[in-house]
């Protein structure tokens, strides 16, 4: 029988209503015991590292999730993580970046109505995500939530309140679970859920323990003074930049002093870091089709972040700032894949 290491850290799942709003007040064991359609499917074995509303999830938080990966590997087949729904796609991005080439499933979940919530969808997330962890073509980092199985570079959350709340951005999802069944796409990538990085990683991973927080993602929104860049070079040392559209940046000053091109280079001029997205989910963005974006595109710091998510972005930048911060280097693991996040390398 399969051994599965579940891993709670409190979210929606885990609340109950307590007079001042819903918090989270269950145990894993609890969480565990009121599904008992899992008994019988593995051996398993509840860790809680914390019990808190994602809403406070932070990036000490997910190194903490690592670890409890890292140290029950050798013993476990697979993994359930139990956690809180708004920052459910930065943990599974971060995870994907921490814990590199999993040949066993890193799997989270977790539920938009509380466990005792009449009408709950959180019995069936668990159910189904351990069935996914469970099965032998399962591995590396995803998110298992509403019968859909995407990769964790791939997630966003949609919907407030829909149980569908997780939809996959610019990549199929890798599987559908329908009640006990998972189907498995044939789309790139999708076929086994495996990933380059697994499959050459062998039996044991690749963990990394250090990440840079010093990361924000920046929205621009008509009227944004350039002047914010000043402002928050002493608290970051990169910012993901949500550009208009396909990667349009207002051209407010003609480049001189003052303008978004002369507070964008002097950013990364000083040794920070700019990653260029778009604020658009779907279809990613090109620096080169209009003028307002072209004369970003080749300048040397400027990261371009293609159709990936700006949750990967912002853990993927956090990653890499751990590891160095050397221009070629960092550049260099930005643009390397890692479970999906580039399909286009």
Same mark, same amino acid.
């Given at each position: 029988?399969?051994?599965?290491?579940?891993?709670?850290?409190?979210?929606?799942?885990?609340?109950?209503?307590?007079?001042?709003?819903?918090?989270?007040?269950?145990?894993?064991?609890?969480?565990?015991?009121?599904?008992?359609?899992?008994?019988?499917?593995?051996?398993?074995?509840?860790?809680?590292?914390?019990?808190?509303?994602?809403?406070?999830?932070?990036?000490?938080?997910?190194?903490?999730?690592?670890?409890?990966?890292?140290?029950?590997?050798?013993?476990?087949?697979?993994?359930?993580?139990?956690?809180?729904?708004?920052?459910?796609?930065?943990?599974?991005?971060?995870?994907?970046?921490?814990?590199?080439?999993?040949?066993?499933p890193i799997v989270l979940t977790g539920s938009?109505?509380?466990?005792?919530?009449?009408?709950?969808?959180?019995?069936?997330?668990?159910?189904?995500?351990?069935?996914?962890?469970?099965?032998?073509?399962?591995?590396?980092?995803?998110?298992?939530?509403?019968?859909?199985?995407?990769?964790?570079?791939?997630?966003?959350?949609?919907?407030?309140?829909?149980?569908?709340?997780?939809?996959?951005?610019?990549?199929?999802?890798? &599987?559908? @679970?329908?009640?006990?069944?998972? #189907?498995? !796409?044939?789309?790139?990538?999708?076929?086994? /859920? *495996?990933?380059?990085?697994?499959?050459?990683?062998?039996?044991?991973?690749?963990?990394?323990?250090?990440?840079?927080?010093?990361?924000?993602?920046?929205?621009?929104?008509?009227?944004?003074?350039?002047?914010?860049?000043?402002?928050?070079?002493?608290?970051?040392? &990169?910012? @993901?930049?949500?550009?208009?559209? #396909?990667? !349009?940046?207002?051209?407010?000053?003609?480049? /001189? *002093?003052?303008?978004?091109?002369?507070?964008?280079?002097?950013?990364?001029?000083?040794?920070?870091?700019?990653?260029?997205?778009?604020?658009?989910?779907?279809?990613?963005?090109?620096?080169?089709v209009y003028e307002v974006g072209r004369v970003?595109?080749?300048?040397?710091?400027?990261?371009?972040?293609?159709?990936?998510?700006?949750?990967?972005?912002?853990?993927?930048?956090?990653?890499?700032?751990?590891?160095?911060?050397?221009?070629?280097r960092v550049r260099e693991l930005f643009y390397?894949?890692?479970?999906?996040?580039?399909?286009?390398?």
């Amino acid at each position: 029988m399969k051994k599965i290491l579940l891993i709670a850290t409190g979210g929606t799942i885990a609340s109950r209503e307590d007079g001042r709003g819903l918090s989270p007040a269950a145990t894993g064991e609890e969480l565990a015991r009121s599904v008992p359609e899992i008994a019988g499917l593995c051996g398993l074995t509840v860790v809680q590292p914390m019990n808190i509303d994602s809403t406070n999830m932070r990036p000490a938080d997910w190194l903490r999730i690592r670890d409890v990966i890292a140290q029950g590997y050798d013993d476990h087949d697979g993994f359930v993580i139990l956690h809180g729904t708004d920052t459910m796609a930065y943990t599974a991005a971060a995870l994907s970046y921490l814990v590199q080439g999993s040949a066993k499933p890193i799997v989270l979940t977790g539920s938009q109505q509380p466990m005792g919530a009449p009408f709950t969808d959180a019995k069936l997330n668990i159910y189904q995500s351990l069935l996914y962890a469970l099965d032998d073509a399962s591995r590396d980092v995803a998110i298992v939530f509403g019968g859909a199985v995407i990769a964790g570079t791939r997630a966003r959350k949609q919907r407030t309140m829909s149980y569908n709340a997780f939809k996959s951005i610019n990549f199929p999802p890798l &599987a559908l @679970i329908r009640t006990e069944k998972i #189907i498995r !796409g044939t789309g790139a990538g999708a076929a086994c /859920g *495996a990933s380059a990085d697994a499959e050459a990683g062998g039996p044991r991973p690749n963990f990394h323990d250090t990440l840079n927080p010093r990361v924000c993602a920046l929205k621009l929104t008509p009227g944004l003074t350039p002047a914010v860049f000043g402002l928050l070079k002493a608290a970051y040392d &990169a910012i @993901i930049l949500e550009t208009f559209g #396909i990667g !349009g940046i207002p051209e407010y000053g003609d480049g /001189g *002093a003052g303008s978004f091109q002369h507070a964008i280079f002097d950013w990364v001029d000083s040794g920070r870091t700019i990653v260029m997205t778009t604020q658009v989910p779907e279809e990613g963005m090109d620096l080169g089709v209009y003028e307002v974006g072209r004369v970003y595109a080749d300048h040397p710091g400027i990261l371009k972040g293609g159709d990936m998510t700006t949750e990967a972005l912002v853990a993927k930048t956090m990653w890499v700032l751990g590891q160095t911060r050397d221009p070629d280097r960092v550049r260099e693991l930005f643009y390397a894949p890692v479970n999906f996040d580039r399909i286009d390398g």
